[in-house]
C-alpha cells in the first residue's frame, strides 16, 4: 500500500494567494482528518470526515480555510486568501478505526 | 489550556539504556491513549496505544504504562537504538469522539551511540 499521499510537498506562495492543498487516504479507510504543526500550538486537527461527510470543522481557524472530500480516495485543504501565518506544515491522515491515525508525510506552505 | 502535556522538549540517551518519554493529561474523559513517532520530513507514524482499563501495553522493546489516578503516561524504550532518534508525540481521545485526538507538543528524543 502506498499510504497516505500528500501534494504538493512544499509550497510557497505570496499573501493573498489561494493555497490548495491535496490528500489520497489509504484505500478502505473511512475516516480523513487533517492537521496543522506549528512550532507554537504543535499539532491541531482542523478538521475531519467520515465516509466523505464533514463530522468536525471546529478546528478550522477561520473562514479562509475550507476543505471538501468529494470522493472516498480524494479530499482538499483550502486557504483562501492566504496570510504569512498561515505558514505551518499541514498533514493529512486517514484510519478505519477512528484512533489509530495513518498520517501522510505532509506539505510545508510558506506564505510571504 | 493544554490538555495532554509533555513537559520535557528534549531527551538525550545514551544506546542500550532505557529511554522514559512522559505524558500528563488534565482532561479525566479520556480513555485512549496512543504515542506516535516522527522522523523528520515525514508524518507522524503510529507506536502503541493504550486504552484506560489497562495500565500497561508491551509491544517488542516499547512499553506504555498508565496512571489513571495521577492522570499520567509513560512510553519506555528498552534497550534504545540510535534508530529510535525521533519525537515522540503523546496522543488522547474520548470514546466516541470519532477520532478527535489531542496531541502533546512532542519530545525529541536523542538516543547516542
Known amino acids: 500500500d502506498a499510504g497516505v499521499i500528500q501534494s504538493p510537498r512544499h509550497e510557497v506562495t505570496e499573501m493573498g494567494q489561494e493555497v490548495t492543498l491535496r490528500c489520497k487516504p489509504i484505500s478502505g479507510h473511512d475516516y480523513l482528518f487533517w492537521y496543522r504543526q506549528t512550532m507554537m500550538r504543535g499539532l491541531e486537527l482542523l478538521i475531519y470526515?467520515?465516509?466523505?461527510?464533514?463530522?468536525?470543522d471546529s478546528g478550522m481557524p477561520e473562514d479562509r480555510f475550507s476543505a471538501k472530500m468529494p470522493n472516498a480516495s480524494f479530499s482538499t485543504l483550502k486557504i483562501q486568501p492566504s496570510e504569512p501565518r498561515d505558514s505551518a506544515v499541514y498533514f493529512c491522515?486517514?484510519?478505519?478505526?477512528?484512533?489509530?491515525?495513518?498520517f501522510g508525510p505532509g506539505t510545508r506552505l510558506t506564505v510571504l | 489550556d493544554q490538555q495532554v502535556k509533555q513537559n520535557s522538549p528534549s531527551l538525550s540517551v545514551q544506546e542500550g539504556r532505557i529511554s522514559i518519554l512522559n505524558c500528563d493529561y488534565t482532561?479525566?474523559?479520556?480513555?485512549?491513549f496512543l504515542w506516535y513517532k516522527k522522523y523528520p520530513a515525514e508524518g507522524p507514524t503510529f507506536l502503541i496505544s493504550?486504552?484506560?482499563?489497562?495500565d500497561k501495553n508491551e509491544d517488542g522493546r516499547f512499553t506504555v504504562f498508565l496512571n489513571k489516578s495521577a492522570k499520567h503516561l509513560s512510553l519506555h524504550i528498552v534497550p534504545s537504538q540510535p534508530g529510535d532518534s525521533a519525537v515522540y508525540f503523546c496522543a488522547a481521545s474520548v470514546e466516541g469522539s470519532q477520532g478527535n485526538l489531542i496531541f502533546g507538543k512532542g519530545t525529541k528524543l536523542s538516543v547516542k551511540p
Open positions: 491522515a486517514s484510519s478505519f478505526l477512528a484512533e489509530k491515525q495513518f
Open positions: 470526515f467520515n465516509n466523505n461527510v464533514p463530522i468536525d
Open positions: 493504550i486504552s484506560s482499563i489497562k
Open positions: 482532561n479525566s474523559m479520556f480513555d485512549y
